[in-house]
T-cell receptor, first 112, second 113 residues
């Protein structure tokens, strides 16, 4: 089991550019989460998918953020246009029935 | 409004001694609590959990205590080892099956040899 796989590990981009973060959950897990970690706010839930369907996106900060899960093995988080305040570590996590979260290693995003 | 608070950003202890990490919560609807450990450049990993029907859960060197009346939980590590040096996150949810975990900001534990 390779765990939750996120790519890229690091992303540096210029303000105004589009950024796409990718996640492959653990096979068989039916729930997927995107979290953002910042010094000021800690770990915040951005969006939650269950069986590929977005259930709760109330944590998405604004319309510049969007997330998709086209199938059970892939999800993307897109920021367009990116801003310096979006700089953070973005984590994807997945879980199955009755099990806790398994987090990926995260994507460190820097917007300059 | 931070519903899960870890008021100590950092803690330093000697190897072999006890480490006590604290967490307070404000939402009385929370009834399931977890601790996660995070090493640099890795994602958080699950460590131990406790349901509100218990006041203690133990797993090897790790014990979590829950005081519901005080809305306080703590993680005890005995004995502490240098490999325990990491950031520890407290998290809470309304039910064990509820998807939404609310995390604290974390406490950096350093165990000195």
């Amino acid at each position: 089991d390779a765990g939750v796989i996120q790519s890229p590990r690091h992303e540096v981009t210029e303000m105004g550019q589009e950024v796409t973060l990718r996640c492959k959950p653990i096979s068989g897990h039916n729930s997927l989460f995107w979290y953002r970690q910042t010094m000021m706010r800690g770990l915040e839930l951005l969006i939650y998918f269950n069986n590929n369907v977005p259930i709760d996106d109330s944590g998405m900060p604004e319309d510049r953020f969007s997330a998709k899960m086209p199938n059970a093995s892939f999800s993307t988080l897109k920021i367009q246009p990116s801003e310096p305040r979006d700089s953070a570590v973005y984590f994807c996590a997945s879980s199955g029935q009755g099990r806790g979260y398994t987090f990926g290693s995260g994507t460190r995003l820097t917007v300059v | 409004d931070q519903q899960v608070k870890q008021n100590s950003p950092s803690l330093s202890v000697q190897e072999g001694r006890i480490s006590i990490l604290n967490c307070d919560y404000t939402n009385s609807m929370f009834d399931y609590f977890l601790w996660y450990k995070k090493y640099p450049a890795e994602g958080p990993t699950f460590l131990i959990s406790i349901s509100s029907i218990k006041d203690k859960n133990e797993d090897g060197r790790f014990t979590v205590f829950l005081n519901k009346s005080a809305k306080h939980l703590s993680l005890h590590i005995v004995p502490s080892q240098p490999g325990d040096s990491a950031v520890y996150f407290c998290a809470a949810s309304r039910t064990r099956s509820n998807y939404k975990l609310t995390f604290g900001k974390g406490t950096l534990l350093t165990v000195n040899p």
